[in-house]
């Protein structure tokens, strides 16, 4: 797999600047990534349990940041690439693997820079929500072109619903403060129904969603309430 040396426009410049700030604290579990690490173990087991065997897998995490989701599945064994346009974010992620004695294939850059159809499986988890909206269905096609036929495509997001508006962006970034302010914009929450528009025009097959759910004890469980957080996996046909 190669760049195609064309460099495309899914990644917003100001998008990346958010994320390249964040790159420091982004693996302190009650930094401004705290969401992030208590909802990985469950969005994770989801996904794995879609994957099936992770050991040798060749798995794709686009939008990787600093390897949360990248370092999950190397620890299980999978052969990972990690893909961001934020290079602060990266260099934290090698400097996080390196620490924990993990090979994981970190890349500058975004999906339609890359050539296709190698990977078992693409991971974009909360990626889509920063992808311009005239971008999507360039996004979207990117992912189906990178995974083997026959392979995996999983995204994470937000729904577009007035109760996502009161947590994930007014409870989370103004009252809580888990989140720096103007980190998620919630006019660009896309929702299931249009993200699986999205994923069936790339020539994908979708086959299952699912919630994400805070626990009153703590971290997320997976739930078929898709008010807020969801998931959703798709599979090119193959």
């Known amino acids: 797999m190669t760049e195609t040396g ?40 989801w996904a794995a349990a879609r994957l099936g065997r992770l050991e040798g897998l060749r798995v794709l995490d686009v939008g990787c940041g600093a390897g949360l989701a990248s370092e999950w599945l190397a620890r299980r064994g999978a052969t990972v690439t990690g893909l961001d346009a934020a290079g602060a974010a990266l260099e934290a992620a090698r400097r996080h693997a390196a620490e ?30 920063h992808v311009p909206p005239a971008e999507r269905a360039l996004f ?29 962006k007014l409870g989370a970034e103004y009252l809580l403060r888990w989140l720096p302010r103007g980190t998620h914009d919630w006019r660009l929450f896309p929702r299931p129904a249009e993200l699986a528009g999205l994923l069936r025009g790339a020539g994908l097959v979708v086959e299952d969603t699912a ?13 078929r309430d898709m008010a807020v957080n969801y998931m959703m996996a798709a599979r090119r046909p193959g």
């Open 211 to 223: 919630g994400l759910s805070p626990r009153l004890g703590g971290g997320f469980a997976v739930t």
């Open 6 to 45: 064309n460099r495309g426009t899914t990644a917003a410049p100001g998008e990346i600047a958010k994320f390249d700030a964040l790159a420091q604290d982004w693996w302190d579990p009650r930094g401004p990534m705290a969401p992030l690490h208590a909802m990985n173990p469950a969005r994770m087991g």
């Open 100 to 129: 924990g004695g993990l090979t994981i294939n970190y890349m500058d850059g975004r999906p339609e820079d890359l050539e296709g159809g190698s990977f078992d499986a693409v991971l974009a988890l909360e990626v889509v929500e």
């Open 140 to 168: 979207c096609a990117s992912l189906a072109r990178l995974v083997r036929p026959g392979g995996a495509v999983i995204l994470s997001t937000l729904n577009r619903t007035p109760r996502a508006w009161v947590t994930a």
